[in-house]
Protein backbone atom coordinates (compact mmCIF):
# COMPACT_ATOMS: atom_id res chain seq x y z
CA UNK A 1 0.00 0.00 0.00
CA UNK A 2 1.63 3.18 -0.98
CA UNK A 3 -0.99 5.57 0.00
CA UNK A 4 -3.20 8.09 -2.45
CA UNK A 5 -0.93 9.00 -5.50
CA UNK A 6 -1.34 12.42 -7.64
CA UNK A 7 0.52 12.82 -10.71
CA UNK A 8 1.55 15.31 -11.82
CA UNK A 9 3.12 17.32 -8.36
CA UNK A 10 3.79 20.44 -10.34
CA UNK A 11 1.96 22.03 -14.07
CA UNK A 12 2.54 25.20 -15.30
CA UNK A 13 0.15 26.30 -18.27
CA UNK A 14 -0.82 28.92 -20.78
CA UNK A 15 -4.06 30.70 -19.88
CA UNK A 16 -6.90 28.84 -22.23
CA UNK A 17 -4.93 25.63 -22.36
CA UNK A 18 -6.35 22.14 -21.17
CA UNK A 19 -4.83 19.73 -18.19
CA UNK A 20 -5.64 16.67 -16.96
CA UNK A 21 -4.57 15.46 -13.58
CA UNK A 22 -4.03 12.00 -12.04
CA UNK A 23 -5.18 10.24 -8.53
CA UNK A 24 -4.42 6.41 -8.05
CA UNK A 25 -6.19 6.02 -4.72
CA UNK A 26 -5.25 3.51 -2.18
CA UNK A 27 -6.24 -0.32 -3.83
CA UNK A 28 -9.41 -1.28 -1.30
CA UNK A 29 -10.57 2.29 -1.23
CA UNK A 30 -14.25 2.65 -3.14
CA UNK A 31 -14.54 5.99 -2.70
CA UNK A 32 -12.89 8.78 -4.22
CA UNK A 33 -13.13 13.12 -3.64
CA UNK A 34 -10.87 15.61 -5.45
CA UNK A 35 -10.99 18.93 -3.60
CA UNK A 36 -9.59 22.22 -4.27
CA UNK A 37 -7.35 24.32 -2.08
CA UNK A 38 -6.43 28.03 -2.68
CA UNK A 39 -3.64 29.82 -0.79
CA UNK A 40 -4.95 30.85 2.71
CA UNK A 41 -7.68 28.80 2.75
CA UNK A 42 -8.59 25.24 3.48
CA UNK A 43 -9.24 21.96 1.13
CA UNK A 44 -13.00 22.77 -0.78
CA UNK A 45 -14.97 19.85 -2.06
CA UNK A 46 -15.23 19.42 -5.34
CA UNK A 47 -16.73 15.95 -6.42
CA UNK A 48 -17.19 12.50 -5.04
CA UNK A 49 -16.93 8.99 -6.75
CA UNK A 50 -18.19 5.75 -5.40
CA UNK A 51 -16.66 3.23 -6.97
CA UNK A 52 -17.09 4.42 -10.92
CA UNK A 53 -20.36 6.38 -10.09
CA UNK A 54 -20.13 10.51 -9.66
CA UNK A 55 -22.52 10.89 -6.91
CA UNK A 56 -21.67 14.71 -5.86
CA UNK A 57 -20.48 17.40 -7.85
CA UNK A 58 -20.16 21.09 -6.35
CA UNK A 59 -21.13 24.60 -7.45
CA UNK A 60 -17.33 25.24 -7.62
CA UNK A 61 -17.16 22.70 -10.53
CA UNK A 62 -17.68 24.61 -13.57
CA UNK A 63 -19.08 23.02 -16.90
CA UNK A 64 -14.77 23.51 -17.73
CA UNK A 65 -14.38 20.99 -15.30
CA UNK A 66 -14.50 17.28 -15.57
CA UNK A 67 -14.24 14.17 -14.00
CA UNK A 68 -13.87 10.37 -14.43
CA UNK A 69 -13.02 7.13 -12.82
CA UNK A 70 -13.42 4.65 -15.25
CA UNK A 71 -13.83 0.99 -13.55
CA UNK A 72 -13.71 2.39 -10.04
CA UNK A 73 -9.77 2.45 -9.97
CA UNK A 74 -7.73 6.04 -10.95
CA UNK A 75 -9.44 8.93 -11.62
CA UNK A 76 -8.68 12.22 -13.93
CA UNK A 77 -9.78 15.53 -13.55
CA UNK A 78 -9.60 17.57 -16.60
CA UNK A 79 -10.24 21.53 -16.74
CA UNK A 80 -10.52 22.97 -19.71
CA UNK A 81 -10.04 26.58 -21.28
CA UNK A 82 -7.86 27.07 -18.07
CA UNK A 83 -8.04 30.47 -16.67
CA UNK A 84 -5.53 32.08 -13.78
CA UNK A 85 -8.71 31.70 -11.34
CA UNK A 86 -7.92 27.92 -11.65
CA UNK A 87 -4.44 28.39 -9.88
CA UNK A 88 -4.93 25.94 -6.89
CA UNK A 89 -3.54 23.02 -5.25
CA UNK A 90 -5.99 20.21 -6.81
CA UNK A 91 -6.30 17.43 -4.03
CA UNK A 92 -7.21 13.77 -4.27
CA UNK A 93 -8.92 11.71 -1.23
CA UNK A 94 -9.59 8.50 -0.89
CA UNK A 95 -11.48 6.63 1.95
CA UNK A 96 -13.23 2.85 2.38
CA UNK A 97 -16.89 2.41 3.19
CA UNK A 98 -18.36 2.80 6.55
CA UNK A 99 -18.45 5.29 8.65
CA UNK A 100 -17.13 7.08 10.33
CA UNK A 101 -15.06 8.16 7.71
CA UNK A 102 -11.05 8.64 7.45
CA UNK A 103 -9.48 9.93 4.09
CA UNK A 104 -6.37 9.43 3.00
CA UNK A 105 -5.05 12.30 1.19
CA UNK A 106 -2.61 12.64 -1.72
CA UNK A 107 0.40 15.25 -2.25
CA UNK A 108 -1.81 17.05 -4.36
CA UNK A 109 -1.23 18.90 -7.94
CA UNK A 110 -0.34 22.58 -7.82
CA UNK A 111 -1.57 24.02 -10.63
CA UNK A 112 -0.04 27.44 -11.96
CA UNK A 113 -2.02 29.31 -14.63
CA UNK A 114 0.16 32.34 -16.47
CA UNK B 1 -25.10 23.74 5.21
CA UNK B 2 -22.08 22.60 7.01
CA UNK B 3 -19.01 25.28 7.88
CA UNK B 4 -16.25 24.71 10.39
CA UNK B 5 -14.74 28.37 11.75
CA UNK B 6 -11.38 28.30 13.37
CA UNK B 7 -9.40 30.90 15.26
CA UNK B 8 -7.47 33.23 13.18
CA UNK B 9 -3.63 32.79 12.80
CA UNK B 10 -0.90 32.58 12.58
CA UNK B 11 0.16 31.49 15.68
CA UNK B 12 3.90 31.90 17.06
CA UNK B 13 4.76 29.64 20.56
CA UNK B 14 8.13 28.85 21.85
CA UNK B 15 9.26 25.82 22.36
CA UNK B 16 7.38 23.47 25.04
CA UNK B 17 4.43 26.23 25.90
CA UNK B 18 0.82 25.24 25.59
CA UNK B 19 -0.73 25.49 23.03
CA UNK B 20 -4.97 25.80 22.05
CA UNK B 21 -6.31 26.17 18.77
CA UNK B 22 -10.41 26.90 18.50
CA UNK B 23 -12.40 25.45 16.08
CA UNK B 24 -16.29 25.83 16.56
CA UNK B 25 -18.94 24.22 13.64
CA UNK B 26 -22.15 24.58 12.30
CA UNK B 27 -23.39 20.86 11.12
CA UNK B 28 -26.97 19.26 11.05
CA UNK B 29 -27.07 16.11 13.08
CA UNK B 30 -24.02 14.63 14.51
CA UNK B 31 -21.19 14.85 12.26
CA UNK B 32 -17.66 13.36 13.28
CA UNK B 33 -14.80 16.07 13.86
CA UNK B 34 -11.08 15.74 12.61
CA UNK B 35 -7.41 17.55 12.97
CA UNK B 36 -5.79 17.62 9.47
CA UNK B 37 -2.22 18.33 9.39
CA UNK B 38 -0.13 19.69 6.93
CA UNK B 39 3.26 19.87 7.03
CA UNK B 40 5.63 22.07 4.98
CA UNK B 41 6.17 20.46 1.37
CA UNK B 42 3.37 17.33 2.93
CA UNK B 43 -0.21 16.17 2.03
CA UNK B 44 -2.77 16.45 4.68
CA UNK B 45 -2.54 14.00 7.44
CA UNK B 46 -5.28 12.86 9.45
CA UNK B 47 -3.76 13.97 13.19
CA UNK B 48 -6.99 13.07 15.37
CA UNK B 49 -11.15 12.63 14.90
CA UNK B 50 -14.13 12.13 17.23
CA UNK B 51 -17.19 10.88 16.38
CA UNK B 52 -19.87 11.24 19.29
CA UNK B 53 -20.31 13.86 21.60
CA UNK B 54 -17.80 13.57 24.66
CA UNK B 55 -15.27 11.66 22.79
CA UNK B 56 -12.01 12.66 22.97
CA UNK B 57 -9.22 12.18 20.12
CA UNK B 58 -5.57 12.15 20.87
CA UNK B 59 -2.41 11.24 18.90
CA UNK B 60 1.55 12.80 19.03
CA UNK B 61 0.51 14.46 22.29
CA UNK B 62 -2.70 16.65 20.57
CA UNK B 63 -5.87 16.23 22.10
CA UNK B 64 -9.13 17.61 21.49
CA UNK B 65 -12.51 16.61 22.83
CA UNK B 66 -16.20 16.72 20.91
CA UNK B 67 -18.13 19.31 22.65
CA UNK B 68 -21.79 19.13 21.43
CA UNK B 69 -23.19 21.85 24.08
CA UNK B 70 -20.07 24.29 22.56
CA UNK B 71 -20.11 22.78 18.80
CA UNK B 72 -16.83 23.06 19.09
CA UNK B 73 -13.06 20.71 19.32
CA UNK B 74 -10.27 22.93 19.92
CA UNK B 75 -6.73 21.42 19.64
CA UNK B 76 -4.56 21.54 22.81
CA UNK B 77 -0.67 20.08 23.11
CA UNK B 78 0.68 20.67 26.43
CA UNK B 79 4.11 21.11 25.02
CA UNK B 80 4.87 21.90 21.39
CA UNK B 81 8.22 21.00 19.78
CA UNK B 82 9.67 22.50 16.86
CA UNK B 83 8.51 19.88 14.81
CA UNK B 84 4.88 20.73 15.07
CA UNK B 85 5.21 23.43 12.76
CA UNK B 86 2.49 23.24 10.22
CA UNK B 87 -1.01 24.17 8.97
CA UNK B 88 -3.56 22.55 11.05
CA UNK B 89 -7.02 22.15 9.63
CA UNK B 90 -10.26 21.22 11.61
CA UNK B 91 -12.65 19.44 9.71
CA UNK B 92 -15.89 17.81 10.09
CA UNK B 93 -17.63 14.75 7.88
CA UNK B 94 -21.79 13.81 8.18
CA UNK B 95 -21.90 10.41 9.35
CA UNK B 96 -25.52 9.64 7.45
CA UNK B 97 -24.85 9.97 3.57
CA UNK B 98 -23.64 7.81 0.81
CA UNK B 99 -21.40 11.17 0.37
CA UNK B 100 -18.76 11.97 3.74
CA UNK B 101 -17.34 14.41 2.20
CA UNK B 102 -15.17 17.04 4.67
CA UNK B 103 -15.52 20.25 5.36
CA UNK B 104 -12.88 22.21 6.16
CA UNK B 105 -12.16 25.46 8.09
CA UNK B 106 -9.78 27.98 6.88
CA UNK B 107 -6.41 26.57 8.68
CA UNK B 108 -4.06 27.81 11.05
CA UNK B 109 -0.54 28.19 10.71
CA UNK B 110 1.92 27.52 13.80
CA UNK B 111 5.30 27.90 14.14
CA UNK B 112 7.18 27.05 17.58
CA UNK B 113 10.57 28.58 18.15
CA UNK B 114 13.34 26.69 19.58
Known amino acids: DTGVSQDPRHKITKRGQNVTFRCDPISEHNRLYWYRQTLGQGPEFLTYFQNEAQLEKSRLLSDRFSAERPKGSFSTLEIQRTEQGDSAMYLC????????????FGQGTRLTVV | GNSVTQMEGPVTLSEEAFLTINCTYTATGYPSLFWYVQYPGEGLQLLLK?????DKGSNKGFEATYRKETTSFHLEKGSVQVSDSAVYFC?????????????FGKGITLSVRP
Open chain 2, 50 to 54: ATKAD
Open chain 1, 93 to 104: ASSSDGGPVKAF
Open chain 2, 91 to 103: ALSPLSGANSKLT
